[in-house]
T-cell receptor
Framework: QQQVRQSPQSLTVWEGETAILNCSYEDSTFNYFPWYQQFPGEGPALLISISSVSDKKEDGRFTIFFNKREKKLSLHITDSQPGDSATYFCAATGGNNKLTFGQGTVLSVIP | EAAVTQSPRSKVAVTGGKVTLSCHQTNNHDYMYWYRQDTGHGLRLIHYSYVADSTEKGDIPDGYKASRPSQENFSLILELASLSQTAVYFC???????????FGHGTKLSVL
């Protein structure tokens, strides 16, 4: 049972375009949603996060949009750069110190 | 910068053999985690610990044991390795807020 789902599995955009990565969840007790970025051969690293009391969180070119009613969120990467090519994981927790990850979206940015 | 070090970086094991993966953190964090990464499944939690000498089962604990002998060290033990346990294993640590996990570089385990 996948409690956190991501789509698409892979995404290719041109340099300068906006990449949109989607995430949905099932557990209504989830209240904190971090996104992790992983480069090949490395461990994931926290990129940006949002709590359920907010509907938007922005950090430079990265923005999370959150819809609590629909249990959906998305990560928008504006002005995508080749260096943004990585795997992006949406995750969720309800405060029980257990983080549940989605299956990931592999982003490729073509110069 | 927070540091989580895993060893070995890669390992080849035989089916039925015993495998121990080690993790060391210098973050002074209370929480430590073992995740498994497989293509199409993302990261799945195997075991975690919030204090030395105590471990908790995660979402997929079957076939794995964990040991937390000190705050800094957390090991994952496969008593009888199986083909299905071929994967990349990540250790992570966090403070009590759990708002940010710091991951190691991973251990690539191949069971033949």
């Amino acid at each position: 049972q996948q409690q956190v789902r991501q789509s698409p599995q892979s995404l290719t955009v041109w340099e300068g375009e906006t990449a949109i990565l989607n995430c949905s969840y099932e557990d209504s007790t989830f209240n904190y949603f971090p996104w992790y970025q992983q480069f090949p051969g490395e461990g994931p690293a926290l990129l940006i996060s949002i709590s359920s009391v907010s509907d938007k969180k922005e950090d430079g070119r990265f923005t999370i949009f959150f819809n609590k009613r629909e249990k959906k969120l998305s990560l928008h990467i504006t002005d995508s750069q080749p260096g943004d090519s990585a795997t992006y994981f949406c995750a969720a927790t309800g405060g029980n110190n257990k983080l549940t990850f989605g299956q990931g979206t592999v982003l490729s940015v073509i110069p | 910068e927070a540091a989580v070090t895993q060893s070995p970086r890669s390992k080849v094991a035989v089916t039925g053999g015993k495998v121990t993966l080690s993790c060391h953190q210098t973050n002074n964090h209370d929480y430590m985690y073992w995740y498994r990464q497989d293509t199409g499944h993302g990261l799945r939690l195997i075991h975690y610990s919030y204090v030395a000498d105590s471990t908790e089962k995660g979402d997929i604990p079957d076939g794995y044991k964990a040991s937390r002998p000190s705050q800094e060290n957390f090991s994952l033990i496969l008593e009888l390795a199986s083909l299905s346990q071929t994967a990349v294993y990540f250790c992570a640590s966090s403070d009590i807020s759990n708002e940010r996990l710091f991951f190691g570089h991973g251990t690539k385990l191949s069971v033949l």
